[in-house]
């Protein structure tokens, strides 16, 4: 199921033949692991367990496939996802991208559409979650206009920069 689509991309929801390329395209590369669960890098097992507990398969929120449009080609994860990052029920937009990926515009692209889907689901702020080390991801949500509101720390994505966009 399409979930977003913009000029460039596509997000959708998770298949299980999606598991393998996700795997060699981000939890096998040490760089983008490190970027975003601040680990060295997960196992093939490891990559299927986390996808069946926290892919999105049938609904448009959740962690989703995002697409290269043009070439059809996967190049990463996002979506919007709860969170009570500021004990409330909030939204968090998300994306982890191959690292060929990085440095093209990809992040802020589909965090638009993200901060868009979260306005039509009624709510008058997004939050983000970043790693501290994520100096990319941080000048992608400044430049989308979210403002550093705490830090936090994730059992599964550990010492996390928490985000607030007013909507």
Do not use: P
Request: hydrophobic share 40%.
């Amino acid at each position: 199921m399409e979930i977003l689509n913009t000029n460039r991309l596509i997000l959708r929801t998770m298949k299980e033949k999606d598991f393998d390329i996700l795997f060699d395209k981000i939890f096998s590369n040490k760089n983008v692991v490190a970027n975003t669960f601040g680990s060295s890098g997960f196992t093939k097992k490891e990559t299927e367990e986390f996808l069946r507990t926290h892919g999105n398969f049938d609904s448009s929120i959740g962690l989703s496939v995002l697409l290269e449009k043009q070439t059809k080609t996967i190049i990463g994860l996002a979506g919007i996802l709860s969170c009570t990052y500021l004990d409330e029920e909030d939204y968090e937009i998300g994306f982890i991208l191959e690292e060929a990926s990085w440095g093209k515009g990809y992040a802020k692209e589909i965090g638009l559409a993200q901060i868009q889907q979260i306005k039509n689901l009624g709510k008058n702020r997004a939050l983000a979650a970043a790693s501290k080390t994520n100096v990319a991801s941080s000048k992608s949500l400044f430049s989308l206009g979210f403002r550093l509101v705490k830090e936090s720390k994730d059992k599964i994505r550990g010492e996390r920069l928490i985000y607030s966009l007013q909507l």
